[in-house]
C-alpha cells in the first residue's frame, strides 16, 4: 500500500487547515487509517485513527481536529481547526488492517511521506 500525504502549508494561529491521504489499494475500507506528528527533537505523536465508523484521538487534539474517510476515493482526511503554533510538525498518515484504532506508530504497516505544517503565531 502506497499512501501520499497532502494538503500542508503555512497558516496564522486559530486557523484551519485540512490534509488529506490516497492510498493505493483497492481494499481500502479494510484498513484502519491513522495521523501522527512528529517536530523537530520530539517522537512521534498519535494523532487520530479511524476503522469502519469508529475514531479515536490523541490527547493534544480532541475538539479540535477531525478525521474521516471516504471509501470510493481511498482517502482519509484530517480536518484541523483552532492551530497552534505547538501544531507545527510534519504530518504522517499511516496504515493497518486492522478493523480497530491503533494508536501506536509501531501497530501500522505502511506509512505516507509526510507533509509539513507550519503555524505561525
Known amino acids: 500500500v502506497q499512501l501520499q500525504a497532502s494538503g500542508g502549508g503555512l497558516v496564522q494561529a486559530g486557523g484551519s487547515l485540512r490534509l488529506s491521504c490516497a492510498a493505493s489499494?483497492?481494499?481500502?475500507?479494510?484498513?484502519?487509517m491513522g495521523w501522527f506528528r512528529q517536530a523537530p527533537g520530539k517522537e512521534r505523536e498519535f494523532l487520530a485513527a479511524i476503522a469502519f465508523s469508529s475514531t479515536k484521538y490523541g490527547d493534544s487534539v480532541i475538539g479540535r481536529f477531525t478525521i474521516s474517510r471516504d471509501n470510493a476515493r481511498n482517502t482519509v482526511y484530517l480536518q484541523m481547526n483552532s492551530l497552534k503554533a505547538e501544531d507545527t510538525a510534519v504530518y504522517y498518515c499511516?496504515?493497518?488492517?486492522?478493523?480497530?484504532?491503533?494508536?501506536?506508530?509501531?501497530?501500522?504497516?505502511?506509512w505516507g511521506q509526510g507533509t509539513l505544517v507550519t503555524v505561525s503565531s
Open positions: 489499494t483497492r481494499i481500502f475500507s479494510s484498513y484502519a
Open positions: 499511516a496504515a493497518d488492517r486492522s478493523w480497530t484504532t491503533p494508536s501506536t506508530a509501531e501497530e501500522y504497516d505502511y
